[in-house]
């Protein structure tokens, strides 16, 4: 039923939280049967809970293959705890081998906020690069790069926004009439973002995986569903094994051996066939049966695992004949983290959220004035018990001060069964934030000469 939908909004003030409802919607891929080396606190704790072929990335870290990671920044506000929860699965992702790319939306800024690029650019260093460096982000293995000074990003926006149009763009997200032309382009310079870096010059062909919040999907849709209608060569199960399939298109056609009259030529389309051919063949299959007539290229043998050794081979091939060969991203999902008032965190309403660079006084009376999950009072709350899932000092101690597993089971327990009082945890939580923005403070401006090796 269409009231039943639930609706994400890249630039909304509030979202849902029926993650379950979600993953069925708009077909993510729950993390529960996902086994990761190493899980961060995050994976551990289910606070990643979604993922879109994420597996595409951990079989390139399994063989040993590159594999990329973008994320991007607003400048437009402070950075807060919700911010930093992107550079801890960034993090862990360089960590894990990934090469980082971050991109400074300040072209999107400036569309749909209103900040002047020379604003974004001081945003960008001194509230977000600085962060980054103190979280421990490698600057050897990390780019930041400002949207509005790689061309290639919006020129292949540009290119990408002839496989879209502004019906599709209205059914993701929800433009219509009155939204301004600069907002519609954004989401095309986003996917220019989160492509380029396959691209020779920045990288070359790998996997590239972008970690979100939930409201972040649309962009990743629109960008894997751009990045899909440009591929030549597409991979399919069969009955048998898998299926290759040739899209005919206006840019390839002649490539494809389809002359201006629609006629075929019969020894192009036999070469391109022998080369897909070939490009499987490399990989070590030998069952290979080629039908240049239906366009199809079955491979009997090969299994679902095989399908993204067989997609690369393909993009390669693609762009040896002149195609783009993107693969389409990887990203994985995070839930909300609650503000201090019981909704969104939003640096535009500093109630909210604890920013990176509140003192410790500050971050004490925001503490102790957030919304709890205990009860009305004492007697009622060592009777009833309090519910952490809705107390945010418990919730932040869980996505970002509190490291210990059995120690958060422990005061989960504590908090459930009445023992542990709603003041205390807001004590327990002040003391780990105390700490955790302490040290923060500390490696920021032990790492302030490090912030200008990001941007090179």
């Not at 399994?62 to 550079?87: A, E, N, Q, Y």
């Not at 062909?205 to 972008?210: A, G, I, M, N, Y």
């Amino acid at each position: 039923m269409m009231n039943d939908k639930v609706t994400i909004d890249p630039w909304g003030s509030s979202q849902s939280t029926d993650y379950s409802r979600i993953i069925e919607q708009f077909g993510l891929s729950s993390m529960d049967n996902v086994a990761l080396s190493n899980p961060s606190r995050l994976h551990r704790r289910g606070i990643v809970f979604a993922h879109r072929d994420l597996d595409v990335v951990l079989e390139s870290k399994r063989k040993g293959d590159s594999f990329g990671v973008l994320t991007g920044l607003m400048p437009s506000g402070m950075m807060h705890l919700g911010h930093s929860m992107v550079i801890d699965q960034v993090k862990w992702f360089q960590e894990q081998g990934g090469d980082v790319t971050i991109a400074v939306a300040d072209l999107e800024s400036t569309a749909t906020r209103g900040i002047s690029l020379a604003e974004g650019r001081r945003i960008a260093a001194e509230e977000y690069v600085s962060n980054y460096a103190a979280l421990g982000l490698d600057p050897e293995k990390t780019t930041v790069y400002f949207q509005s000074e790689r061309s290639i990003v919006q020129r292949l926006g540009f290119q990408l926004g002839k496989r879209t149009n502004l019906s599709e763009l209205e059914a993701i997200y929800g433009f219509d009439g009155s939204t301004n032309l600069a907002h519609v382009q954004a989401p095309l310079v986003q996917a220019g973002d989160i492509l380029h870096p396959q691209l020779d010059e920045y990288g070359g062909l790998r996997p590239v995986v972008v970690p979100v919040g939930v409201d972040q999907d649309p962009h990743l849709r629109l960008t894997r569903g751009l990045a899909s209608k440009t591929n030549w060569f597409n991979v399919n199960e069969a009955k048998m094994g898998l299926q290759v399939g040739v899209s005919v298109q206006e840019e390839n056609s002649a490539v494809m051996g389809v002359e201006a009259n629609g006629r075929v030529d019969k020894e192009k389309r036999k070469l391109i066939f022998s080369r897909i051919v070939e490009a499987i063949s490399s990989l070590g299959f030998s069952d290979i049966m080629s039908n240049p007539k239906h366009g199809t290229v079955n491979i009997p043998s090969a299994t679902s695992r095989d399908k993204v050794s067989i997609r690369m081979a393909l993009l390669s091939l693609e762009r040896s004949l002149g195609g783009m060969g993107l693969l389409a991203p990887s990203s994985t999902y995070h839930r909300f983290a609650v503000g201090m008032t019981g909704d969104k965190m939003s640096s535009s309403k500093p109630k909210t959220t604890l920013f990176l660079s509140d003192d410790i006084a500050t971050a004490e009376k925001k503490i102790k004035k957030s919304y709890s999950g205990g009860q009305a009072t004492v007697e009622e709350h060592r009777r009833l018990g309090g519910d952490p899932d809705k107390d945010v000092a418990y919730q932040y101690m869980m996505y970002f001060f509190e490291e210990d597993d059995k120690f958060l089971a422990e005061i989960n327990e504590g908090y459930r069964s009445g023992k542990i009082l709603a003041g205390e945890m807001k004590q327990l939580c002040i003391e780990r934030a105390t700490e955790w923005l302490t040290d923060l403070s500390s490696k920021r401006d032990q790492n302030a000469h490090l912030v200008d090796r990001f941007f090179q």
